[in-house]
């Protein structure tokens, strides 16, 4: 398994943005697809974004698309997510995530939580509005 430490979150306003990093150690980086997932309070984790093991291949959520952007440093080891255009909704613990290593590399597989055997210890992520 990798270890994930995400940062980057905190308090902003409507309309705001925030980056969120989540920087990896253990085994090569590159050779993990990686992911964003989220919880709001009393509800359950859900994807909210996915990047390929070398990046070509991004994936969002239908409530993110052309706010969020996910990106990936393999050089440093680290995965981004850009959060544009925040809203109330988007408040919530951010967790990044590794796919396990023997899942396929395709697009598919990305939005389900149980693909993933890696997992960061979150980031609180709060929008006022």
């Known amino acids: 398994q990798v270890q994930l430490i995400e940062s980057g979150g905190g308090l902003v306003q409507t309309?705001?943005?925030l980056r969120l990093s989540c920087a990896a150690s253990g085994r090569t980086f590159s050779s993990y697809?990686?992911?964003w997932f989220r919880q709001a309070p009393g509800k359950e984790r859900e994807f909210v974004a996915a990047i390929s093991r070398g990046g070509?291949?991004?994936?969002?959520?239908?409530s993110v698309k052309?706010?969020?952007?996910?990106?990936?440093?393999?050089?440093k080891n680290t995965v981004y997510l850009q959060m544009n255009s925040l809203n109330?909704?988007?408040t919530a613990v951010y967790y990044c995530a590794?796919?396990?290593p023997w899942i396929p590399n395709?697009?598919?597989y990305y939005y389900r939580e149980r693909n993933y055997n890696s997992w960061g210890?979150?980031?609180?992520v709060t929008v006022s509005s």
Request: charged letters at 20%; aromatic letters at 8%.
């Open 98 to 100: 590794a796919v396990a």
């Open 15 to 17: 309309g705001e943005s």
């Open 56 to 62: 070509g291949g991004t994936y969002y959520a239908d």
């Open 106 to 108: 395709t697009g598919s």
């Open 33 to 35: 697809a990686m992911g």
């Open 66 to 75: 052309e706010r969020f952007t996910i990106s990936r440093d393999n050089a």
């Open 88 to 90: 109330p909704e988007d």
């Open 121 to 124: 210890q979150g980031t609180q």
